[in-house]
């Protein structure tokens, strides 16, 4: 069965520090998505992206956060300076269209960590 | 705006027993209702999901959820629980149309008593 792939599962960075977040959705999706889930919180809509371009970002989603598709495959999450409040479970989603609705497949998440 | 609402944070039920995970939504039309599961270390794993037409959906594990639009909830249902159902089950809703972002519920974390 496809599946979503994240890279990496875990990272622990210092605060300030830029961090890249790796996803290669799956291949015939043409919708893609970031979330995050900080501990014991609810899993929180970042960003979607089609057809090169950000379709909608939540307010989380400031100028600390872009998002690339640099090849046909990867979508990146990037942050550019790190703060605490980041560390959080991301979750990558790509989806496609099923009886009228898109149909959002997620991957496995990494988790980072701001000391 | 859009919210979803599960009450129960954490469910503990002996194996075998059956399940029900309660949702509630707030949306100002019929929305798209999932529910997704999250074993340890896991992704988000789709269960099942309600667009339109028979309010009794069928979804993978045993699971199935009924769509009620006067209580507006989409409680999730097992008859028979097993070992490995533990996990944590997020409820979502999507607007119709268009990309599709989804809003989660808090999520419930299911425990199973051997």
């Known amino acids: 069965e496809p599946e979503v792939t994240q890279t990496p599962s875990h990272q622990v960075t210092q605060m300030g520090q830029e961090v890249i977040l790796r996803c290669v959705p799956i291949s015939n999706h043409l919708y893609f998505y970031w979330y995050r889930q900080i501990l014991g919180q609810k899993v929180e809509f970042l960003v979607s992206?089609?057809?090169?371009?950000?379709?909608?970002k939540s307010e989380i989603f400031d100028d600390q956060f872009s998002v690339e598709r640099p090849d046909g495959s990867n979508f990146t999450l990037k942050i550019r300076s790190t703060k605490l409040e980041d560390s959080a479970m991301y979750f990558c989603?790509?989806?496609?269209?099923?009886?009228?609705?898109?149909?959002?497949?997620f991957g496995a998440g990494s988790r980072l960590t701001v000391l | 705006a859009q919210s979803v609402t599960q009450p129960d944070i954490h469910i503990t039920v002996s194996e075998g027993a059956s399940l029900e995970l309660r949702c509630n939504y707030s949306y100002g039309a019929t929305p798209y209702l999932f529910w997704y599961v999250q074993s340890p270390g896991q992704g988000l794993q789709l269960l099942l999901k309600y667009f339109s037409g028979d309010t009794l959906v069928q979804g993978i594990k045993g699971f199935e959820a009924e769509f009620k639009r006067s209580q507006s909830s989409f409680n999730l249902r097992k008859p028979s629980v097993h070992w490995s159902d533990a996990a944590e089950y997020f409820c979502a809703v999507g607007a119709p149309g268009g990309y599709n972002k989804l809003i989660f519920g808090a999520g419930t974390r299911l425990a199973v008593h051997p």
């Open positions: 989603a790509s989806s496609e269209w099923v009886s009228g609705a898109n149909v959002l497949t």
């Open positions: 992206f089609y057809n090169n371009e950000i379709s909608e």
